[in-house]
């Protein structure tokens, strides 16, 4: 199983770099919180800054960990084919949108030409919707990847930004656009917390993983595969 091993070595790889670029966007702090104001209200407020655009590489990124992790699983079943002493021509690792369509599944895929104990731990591992949805979805992401590019979205929280006569407020915000208006107040006791920088953290943008963290899904499907 030389080909699977290499294509989990070259996602595992592909991983770091995500994890990498994603603790150097972190670390160069792009969004901060600064208090004005308004000449036109005379409300304070206390307004989102960015310094640096979301890292545009990233999508290309996990789109090349799930290629690699979707490929090691065609190579998989390829070897187990040859094992069986059968030619590998047309065979795929299969997958079905439902568990009554997956030994429809196994056939078109060529993967009955394994020997039945490798075909049985196929089964086992249900990759069909509403069965493994982990592995289905990695099978769905790898889809999506084919067409269009995946869409990672940053998702930007303060636990404690700022505070207005000692209550504490919160935000959590998608749509990152310099100059947004987090909170205007008539009052100016509004206190800006020093030394505050929000958690950034990276998350699919839609179906099968929306809401997901990418770099945390990423390391579970490799797992998986592996």
């Known amino acids: 199983f030389r080909g699977p091993r290499l294509k989990i070595n070259?996602?595992?790889?592909?991983i770091e770099e995500f994890k990498d670029t994603i603790y150097g966007f972190r670390g160069r702090n792009p969004y901060y919180v600064e208090s004005q104001v308004?000449?036109?209200?005379?409300?304070?407020?206390?307004v989102l800054r960015v310094r640096e655009k979301f890292p545009t590489n990233l999508p290309a990124i996990a789109g090349?960990?799930?290629?690699?992790?979707?490929?090691?699983?065609?190579?998989?079943?390829?070897d187990l084919v040859r094992l069986n002493g059968q030619p590998a021509d047309h065979v795929?690792?299969?997958?079905?949108?439902a568990k009554h369509k997956f030994e429809a599944a196994i056939c078109n895929r060529k993967v009955n030409l394994a020997t039945p104990d490798a075909g049985d731990q196929i089964r086992a591992l249900k990759p069909y919707k509403g069965g493994n949805d982990l592995l289905f979805g990695l099978h769905e992401l790898?889809?999506?990847?084919?067409?269009?590019?995946i869409l990672p979205i940053p998702i930007v929280a303060w636990t404690t930004p700022y505070s207005i006569a000692g209550l504490t407020y919160a935000h959590q915000l998608r749509d990152l656009i310099d100059g947004e208006v987090l909170i205007s107040s008539p009052r100016h006791d509004l206190e800006l917390h020093e030394h505050t920088h929000p958690s950034i953290e990276i998350e699919f943008g839609e179906p099968p993983f929306e809401g997901e963290p990418v770099f945390a899904t990423l390391i579970k499907l490799a797992d998986l595969v592996e």
């Open 10 to 14: 070259r996602a595992n790889q592909h």
């Open 38 to 46: 308004n000449p036109n209200t005379g409300h304070q407020e206390f």
């Open 64 to 78: 090349d960990v799930v290629h690699n992790l979707r490929t090691t699983l065609d190579l998989l079943a390829c």
């Open 92 to 97: 795929y690792f299969p997958f079905a949108t």
């Open 142 to 149: 790898d889809l999506i990847d084919k067409h269009r590019m």
